[in-house]
């Protein structure tokens, strides 16, 4: 149940109510997940549902998870850095989530082109190099708009060494979208290389998609 005073009211006709909830899923396989929210001044209803795939990770040799993709406040980025950023977005608890940019969050995904964006995701399974028994990975972003690619960013390696699990790796981090870029729908895919194995290099992707708005 959520309640609010006149002046969270007033923010609410504004930006929305953002409400974030924990559901663990204990089997892999495709889900649908929904949700209902009733007004009880009113009795109104809405609804809406997504589609998740839940990966068997016993049989996978190499998986990622869905992307986390939000705006930032951020200085200048050059060039799509790997980061552990995200670790934290990935912790979070239930309750009511308060959002700077009701646009530009996780959930609405809706940026300005010349806007800095944060992307976090995991990477599991990776494999283990024979010597230093690390993982070595490679991550590329591309960009697409109606099919076609309008950005490929270069194939960086990825540091691993902070980690402790390696089973588990957290990833992600910055980019600035294109002030050229137009109005639409874009999406945004994640490349990762694993490279540990040199005769059976692996290679995963994952893609989100956002809108750009004038």
């Not at 490929?152 to 957290?170: C, I, K, W, Y």
Request: charged fraction near 25%; charge should be positive; glycine fraction near 8%.
């Amino acid at each position: 149940m959520v309640s609010m005073n006149a002046a969270d009211y007033q923010r609410t006709l504004e930006r929305g109510i953002f409400y974030r909830i924990n559901l663990p899923i204990k089997k892999p396989g495709a889900y649908q997940l929904r949700t209902a929210v009733r007004d009880q001044a009113t009795n109104k209803v809405g609804a809406a549902n997504q589609f998740i795939e839940v990966p068997d990770l016993k049989k996978v040799p190499l998986a990622l998870s869905g992307i986390m993709l939000r705006g930032v406040n951020a200085p200048s980025v050059e060039q799509p850095e790997p980061t552990t950023a995200g670790e934290n977005a990935a912790q979070h608890g239930e309750g009511r989530v308060e959002e700077s940019d009701a646009q530009a969050n996780a959930v609405v995904r809706r940026f300005r082109a010349g806007q800095v964006i944060e992307y976090g995701y995991l990477i599991y399974n990776a494999g283990l190099e024979r010597v230093t028994r690390r993982p070595q990975l490679e991550t590329q972003l591309r960009l697409y708009r109606d099919g076609q690619k309008v950005y490929e960013g270069r194939s960086l390696p990825m540091e691993t060494a902070n980690q402790a699990d390696v089973g588990r790796l957290v990833a992600g981090g910055t980019m600035r979208l294109g002030s050229v870029l137009v109005p639409g729908d874009y999406d945004l895919q994640v490349i990762i290389r694993d490279l540990a194995n040199k005769e059976k290099p692996r290679l995963v992707t994952q893609w989100i998609d956002f809108e750009i708005i004038k």
